[in-house]
C-alpha cells in the first residue's frame, strides 16, 4: 500500500463525524460537475442522477468495476460486478460551492455528508464531512472508502492513471479502526 501523508487522513471531528479535506485542480465548476453530474461521479466513486435542489433525490449508485480493474474480495463480488443503488436527499444545494445529502442505505442508520468547494488560488479546497456514524466499524469503513475515492477524484481530475482501490481498502480500513479507536462515539 502507498504510504498516504497525514493530510490526506481523515479526522474525526466530533462523535460520530469525520472530516476530509483536499486541494484539487480546478476550476471550481469542474470539480462541482465531478460531484454532481452521475456520469463524472462514476468514474471515482458512484454514478446516480441528482436533482439539482434541495429536498431533490440523489441516486448512489455504486459499481465499483467502473473505477478499478481490480479483482474484489469475494464480499464485494456482487456490488463490483453488478452494482449497487443506495439513495437519498439533497439537503443542501449551491452551485458550485456546496452540496450536502442524506445518505439512506447499506443497512446502516441513515448519515449526513456535506461537501464544501472554495477557490484556493489556481486550486480549489474541497472539504468533506461526514456525519452521524454510528458505530466505530462505520466510521471507520466510510472513511476508508471517502479516503480512497476522493484519491480517485484527484487522479480524475489531473489525468493520473487511478490508483488502486481493492489492493489497498482493507489495510487502509484497518488502519483507520487503529486511528479511530479512541475517537468519541
Not at 29 to 54: D, I
Not at 82 to 88: C, T
Not at 110 to 139: C, N, P
Amino acid at each position: 500500500m502507498q504510504a498516504a501523508t497525514s493530510k490526506e487522513y481523515g479526522e474525526v471531528l466530533e462523535s460520530g463525524a469525520v472530516r476530509f479535506e483536499r486541494l484539487l485542480p480546478g476550476p471550481i465548476e469542474r470539480v462541482w460537475a465531478y460531484l454532481t453530474e452521475g456520469e463524472k461521479r462514476a468514474t471515482w466513486f458512484c454514478g446516480g442522477e441528482t436533482e439539482p435542489r434541495s429536498g431533490g433525490r440523489i441516486e448512489l449508485f455504486f459499481k465499483h468495476s467502473q473505477i478499478t480493474d481490480e479483482p474484489p474480495p469475494e464480499s464485494h463480488r456482487k456490488m463490483n460486478d453488478e452494482g449497487a443503488l443506495m439513495s437519498g436527499t439533497v439537503t443542501l444545494w449551491e452551485p458550485p460551492h456546496r452540496l450536502a445529502f442524506n445518505w439512506q442505505g447499506m443497512g446502516d442508520p441513515d448519515s449526513d455528508v456535506e461537501i464544501e468547494l472554495a477557490q484556493a488560488g489556481d486550486k480549489v479546497r474541497l472539504v468533506l464531512t461526514h456525519r452521524r456514524l454510528a458505530t466505530k466499524s462505520r466510521m471507520a469503513n466510510v472513511s476508508s472508502g471517502w479516503h480512497l475515492h476522493l484519491g480517485l477524484l484527484e487522479d480524475q481530475l489531473t489525468g493520473a492513471k487511478p490508483r488502486g482501490f481493492w489492493s489497498i481498502h482493507d489495510a487502509l480500513k484497518a488502519e483507520y479502526e487503529d486511528r479511530q479507536r479512541d475517537a468519541p462515539l
